[in-house]
């Protein structure tokens, strides 16, 4: 069974602020960048199972996965029923204690 995906406004405001970056720089690097935010989360979504597991989640149920083509990128999501709830897309350098405070 193939999940639907949902963004959270969090994990939206990442994609578009990350987009924003690299379009500054280049154009095609922001073309490819969102086409891999959008080939792994269809991934995910029909293997959710694929990710680690995010330690830092008392409830266990936040995975994460670096993007295919841009491995200094993670993706955060949730299995939530039939869909999957992208929490958060964000650099490796990123603390990830403090992604999810306040989460929507």
Request: overall charge positive.
């Amino acid at each position: 069974m193939t999940l639907r995906p949902y963004y959270t406004l969090k994990a939206k405001k990442d994609v578009d602020e990350i987009c924003n970056y690299f379009d500054e720089r280049s154009d095609s690097v922001a073309d490819r960048f969102q086409q891999q935010v959008n080939e792994t989360v269809q991934m995910l979504c029909r293997n959710p199972d694929i990710g680690e597991r995010f330690r830092a989640d008392p409830s266990g149920q936040t995975r994460y996965r670096t993007l295919m083509k841009f491995r200094n990128y993670m993706i955060y999501y949730r299995r939530e029923n039939e869909r999957l709830q992208i929490l958060r897309i964000v650099h490796s350098a990123r603390d990830d204690k403090t992604l999810f405070e306040n989460h929507n």
